[in-house]
């Protein structure tokens, strides 16, 4: 059972019942509790009678707007969708919780509703990305700025068990970002967690630093960062991604262009899905009692879909209880450490 | 007058000389002095009759090597073609030194052999960066890592002056690159340097923050970071350009696809042309009394070109003149402000 915030994001029901259609498709034993206004979310379910039977609609018509400042948001949470779907997870009634609304409310609802792990210093952001050799997953998005290096450790487990749980790797390599030129060895807190990571033990193995680049090459399973490089990582990622698709558009713009992207059509189509940015849609938010998937706010029927067939995997493959015991080792092991950082 | 090092980069000569040559067809008024080994030089420059006459030729054997550590460079330094070519500048014998070798050597000789300018706290490497509106400026992309706030306010100065020599901009927009993240308004020394730019006078106007997204926006003229996450930012762009190249590889691999491609011929080149980084190569050591371009290592002729272009534009236009002028203006004004920042 997976908990759905159907008011949240750009385009509401007309996204997220589509995307759970979606869902169902490909795992027909999901049930789904949606939360929001009933009339409009049943008229976006009348086209769909296998969905409709899958779906339990609990009725609000109050919901967190997307501008609304967190702060704000929070005090008059009560009843919204958003926390709705929450505090079903807490209560047990879900295993997990999607929302395509204002993320800074959701985290912080997310917080209160979930508590965050025993142990745990700091929730982070997750979100697989693509690469050349594979997908890896990156951590921390943006729930944080600078942290410490104790902290930028704990990523790194949330991380590993996350990329064990999503890609069944046993032991996941696990890499700091970190700055490139020859000359930097980078922040402090950057390599002070590396000292940490070279010495004890953690469900992964500890790469080293990797750049940029290296996210897009799949270097690594596991990018670590604090929430200002990842956040910085993630965007900027994002903008190139439209910048080509612009070139792209300024470009193939004659006849001639058409024709030849017709006779191509099936490599087009090709390069069109392995380049589609929402199969690459949902930020976990890691490190709390409970999971949550947030959704791009923008996001359409298939990239909500992906975002909750993540919390699915996630949900399903105890997630939760295995960051548990890996945290009290790792901080049991951190205990008899004073990381030597060189300057 | 330009000054060359001839033995920095993967290729060497083999890229330098064919660069040069580049050059020379849209600049015909350009001169160079290339430091290097005669020998390999000459032979480079024997099929170029119209570059040999533009081309002055020092000799030395004594290089500086890629992989050495920027220290151990630094100490075997004297007479090698790196430093021969930064104290021609030094001299007056040249108006800007161009080298594709090793970074952190090179920044460190610059240092040494420039000097820092007169108020400036650090020097700061920028890049012209491509976007949808058109190019914008990005600073500092690794020379630092995590840096003050009145240090980020220089590099807001040196960027605005290099956007006005570089794109003949009177008023540069500036933007400081931060977090999306709605409930975080980013480090502190970010938020302490938008209090600051808000507040004086500077060759530039300040827009506010900027995500990585907005790099290839065009959002702004001028996008200042500290050297972590402009680093971050620049070589997560590289990784996401490279990705997408690996797409297309294993997209277009079937006679049609070919057949496609021919046909939409002219659309292809104008998308390569578009999206081809070598247009890009160059990073400008700024703050320093004197202009250097490192070129990358892995340039050939058109990239090297470009890094020389570069320098030629920003020896021309009086770029250090300008900056000593307003970073003691904004110091003065600096001298009256204690800037509050929220938390």
Redesign the interface.
């Known amino acids: 059972m997976i908990a759905v915030d159907a008011m949240g994001g750009d385009h509401g029901v007309s996204s997220v019942i589509p995307g759970l259609a979606i869902v169902l498709k490909l795992r027909p034993d999901v049930r789904f509790r949606v939360y929001g206004h009933r009339d409009r979310i049943e008229e976006a379910l009348s086209g769909q009678p296998n969905l409709k039977s899958a779906v339990t609609v609990i009725h609000t018509d109050k919901k967190i707007e997307s501008d609304e400042?967190?702060s704000a948001a929070l005090r008059a949470s009560k009843g919204t969708s958003m926390r709705m779907a929450l505090e079903a997870v807490e209560a047990g009634e879900a295993m997990a919780a999607v929302s395509a609304g204002?993320?800074?409310?959701l985290?912080?609802l997310a917080k209160i509703v979930f508590k965050t792990l025993p142990g745990i210093h700091r929730p982070a952001?997750a979100s697989v990305m693509?690469?050349?050799k594979g997908e890896s997953i990156m951590l921390d998005?943006?729930?944080?700025?600078?942290v410490d290096a104790e902290t930028l450790v704990q990523f790194a487990v949330l991380g590993a068990v996350f990329a064990k749980k999503q890609k069944k790797i046993e032991n996941p390599r696990v890499g700091l970002?970190n700055?490139?030129?020859?000359?930097?060895k980078?922040?402090e807190h950057i390599r002070a967690a590396a000292e940490i990571l070279k010495k004890i033990e953690f469900p992964g193995i500890f790469h080293g630093f990797v750049?940029?680049?290296?996210?897009?090459?799949g270097t690594v399973d596991v990018i670590v960062?604090d929430?200002?490089?990842g956040?910085?990582?993630?965007?900027?990622?994002?903008?190139?991604?439209?910048?080509?698709k612009?070139?792209?558009k300024?470009?193939?713009?004659?006849p001639?262009?058409?024709?030849?992207?017709?006779?191509?059509?099936?490599?087009?189509k090709?390069?069109k899905r392995?380049?589609d940015p929402r199969l690459y849609n949902g930020g976990v938010f890691l490190g709390l009692n409970g999971v949550c998937v947030k959704s791009h706010g923008g996001a359409d029927a298939l990239a909500f879909s992906q975002a909750v067939l993540l919390a699915v995997r996630l949900a399903r493959y105890g997630y939760i209880r295995e960051v548990i015991e890996d945290i009290n080792h790792v901080s049991q092991q951190e205990r008899f450490l004073t990381p030597e950082v060189e300057d």
Chains 1, 2 share one sequence.
Request: net charge negative; proline share 4%; no cysteine.
């Open positions: 400042k967190p204002n993320t800074g409310a985290m912080a952001i693509p690469g050349i998005l943006g729930a944080n700025v600078l970002l700055v490139g030129s020859e000359d930097i980078g922040p750049e940029g680049d290296d996210i897009m090459k960062a929430g200002y490089a956040n910085v990582a993630l965007k900027t990622a994002e903008g190139v991604g439209l910048l080509i612009h070139y792209f300024e470009s193939f713009n004659s001639l262009a058409w024709l030849g992207a017709m006779i191509a059509y099936s490599s087009w090709k390069l392995r380049t």
